[in-house]
């Protein structure tokens, strides 16, 4: 497994609720917290690893053996209050960075992969993270959520990582938009 990134097809296809967990999804969880600590990330949704089903993972620290390592299964935010603005990153959208407006406080619910429910109000920086993997995971990235100028002064990276994305399709390192998206519908067919 490995971080896919914009503008692979799979970041734009809403994952779908997850019916079972098994063992072999269990490994995927603990693959997608060896991908998050690889690329220094603090949360990594499932499409973000080819596999369309909702559930993401998140460790505020960002750091093996710090913090609290936390799996988020059919996640629902509800409740939004207030707003801030933060600057946010993506392991999908390497080299952009950019200011995003979000409420500040949120509820949400979710299951752990031990079937446990957890729910919470949560603010500041949990809140942000829970709100950027849930986007994810409805196919919606950071950078749909900038305003027009702030949007504007990142197009040149977008433009780059687009033509890197074509480039490996027209080399054969990559395979086409059509094949990538059906071969991530196995999973939904397996877990949901
Ligand atoms: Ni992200």
């Not at 063992?23 to 499409?47: P, T």
């Not at 687009?162 to 086409?176: A, F, I, N, P, V």
Request: glycine share 8%; charged share 25%.
């Amino acid at each position: 497994m490995e971080v896919i990134c914009y503008p692979h097809p799979t970041l734009r296809y809403p994952a779908k609720p997850i019916q079972r967990v098994d063992k072999e999804l269990r490994e995927v969880i603990a693959e997608m917290f060896r991908l998050m600590y690889e690329h220094k990330g603090v949360g990594l949704a499932a499409n973000q690893v080819g596999v369309p089903l909702r559930l993401f993972v998140m460790n505020e620290s960002g750091k093996l053996g710090q913090g609290k390592e936390l799996v988020f299964i059919n996640p629902v935010v509800t409740k939004p209050r207030g707003n801030e603005e933060m600057e946010e990153g993506c392991l999908s959208l390497p080299g952009v960075n950019a200011n995003v407006v979000r409420p500040k406080t949120i509820f949400f619910n979710a299951y752990s992969h031990t079937g446990e429910e957890v729910k919470g109000d949560v603010t500041g920086y949990m809140a942000r993270i829970i709100q950027h993997e849930v986007d994810h995971l409805d196919g919606v990235l950071f950078v749909d959520r900038l305003s027009p100028s702030v949007r504007n002064s990142i197009d040149s990276d977008m433009y780059t990582l687009e033509l890197d994305h074509q480039s490996k399709q027209k080399t054969g390192l990559l395979k086409s938009d059509e094949e990538l998206l059906n071969e991530s519908k196995v999973w939904q067919e397996k877990y949901c």
